[in-house]
């Protein structure tokens, strides 16, 4: 597709259920990032891929929260026993990876706004 | 660590007004700069950024920002405000040493009245 998507778009759930958030990148896009935004605040960093590897998930907050992207292309956060605070939108991006590059613009999919009942 | 504050959660203006989005940050380490833009219902994008050199910054649609490093600081400018600019924009900064991750504001929501 022309752009970052993510699906679903909105995701109600249960407390305790686990949940399962899917992006697709920008075709040929080896980078992908994760952040998290609460209401009324910016996106947080959570987690960072290049191809399948797995670069920086320093921001992910604790061992419920994990993401893979196996095949290095579509990537899911995976979200284990979610608690009501885990309700966010939660955002995908992705970007070219131009070795020695100063900066390569992260594009932003439209994402997921999940509620935790 | 760095952070960014937006001191203006929301800025209501007139059309063809003159408007001045206000962002700092503070970072132990040299930094690189953004602007991004999120219009009702759709992703973020990115509207300018500063990386090295000119402290000016200017995108394709009018705004402009200004790299203050005494003042660190990052404000985005724009002379005279259309209704279609009516959206929220968010200020950002990361670490040149580890340059994906963005720290973003809290965001200021821009308003353009008719």
């Known amino acids: 597709g022309a752009g970052v998507s993510q699906s679903p778009r909105y995701k109600v759930t249960k407390r305790g259920q686990d949940v399962a958030l899917r992006c697709d990148p920008i075709s040929g896009h080896v980078s992908l990032y994760w952040y998290r935004q609460a209401l009324g605040q910016g996106p947080e960093f959570l987690t960072y891929?290049?191809?399948?590897?797995?670069?920086?998930k320093s921001g992910l907050p604790n061992d419920r929260f994990s993401a893979e992207r196996p095949e290095g292309s579509i990537s899911t956060l995976t979200i284990q026993r979610t608690e009501q605070r885990d309700s966010a939108m939660y955002r995908c991006?992705?970007?070219?990876?131009?070795?020695?590059?100063?900066?390569?613009?992260?594009?932003f999919g439209p994402g997921t706004r999940l509620t935790v009942l | 660590a760095q952070s960014v504050t937006q001191l203006d959660s929301q800025v209501p203006v007139f059309e063809e007004a003159p408007v001045e989005l206000r962002c700092n940050y503070s970072?132990?380490?040299?930094?690189?700069l953004f602007w991004y833009v999120q219009y009702p219902n759709q992703g973020l994008q990115l509207l300018l950024k500063?990386?090295?050199?000119?402290?000016l910054v200017e995108s394709i649609n009018g705004f402009e920002a200004e790299f203050n490093k005494s003042q660190t600081s990052f404000h985005l400018r724009k002379p005279s405000v259309h209704i279609s600019d009516t959206a929220e924009y968010f200020c950002?900064?990361?670490?040149?040493?580890?340059?994906?991750?963005?720290?973003f504001g809290k965001g200021t929501l821009l308003t353009v009245n008719p």
């Open positions: 970072s132990s380490v040299s930094v690189y």
């Open positions: 500063y990386l090295s050199g000119s402290t």
């Open positions: 950002a900064v990361s670490e040149r040493s580890s340059n994906y991750k963005l720290t």
């Open positions: 891929f290049n191809y399948e590897a797995q670069q920086d």
């Open positions: 991006a992705s970007s070219l990876l131009r070795v020695g590059s100063q900066f390569n613009e992260q594009f």
